[in-house]
């Protein structure tokens, strides 16, 4: 069980080398997840409303995030 959100978990993404596990949620957060650990890797990354969707490429080199702010955000 990863333990950090503080609302509903809406979408969920596995990184290319299977490593990391990445989360978008309700509380307007993306967390990165290692999944040897089971403990969230650095800061959360914000957006101002709920999330509604997350991406990784098949590169790994960011994560796409999307949501009710209107906003698609690109990090890296």
């Known amino acids: ?4 959100h503080t609302s509903n978990v809406t979408s969920i993404c596995l990184s290319p080398d299977e490593r ?4 978008a949620s309700w509380d307007c957060s993306v967390r990165i997840w290692d999944l040897k650990t089971n403990q969230q890797v650095g ?5 101002d409303d709920e999330l509604l969707a997350i ?5 790994g080199r960011y ?7 209107k906003k698609a955000y690109v990090w890296n």
């Open 1 to 4: 069980v990863l333990h950090g």
């Open 20 to 23: 990391h596990l990445v989360s």
């Open 43 to 47: 800061d959360p990354l914000l957006h």
């Open 55 to 59: 991406a990784i490429p098949s590169d």
């Open 63 to 69: 994560i796409a995030s999307a949501g009710k702010d």
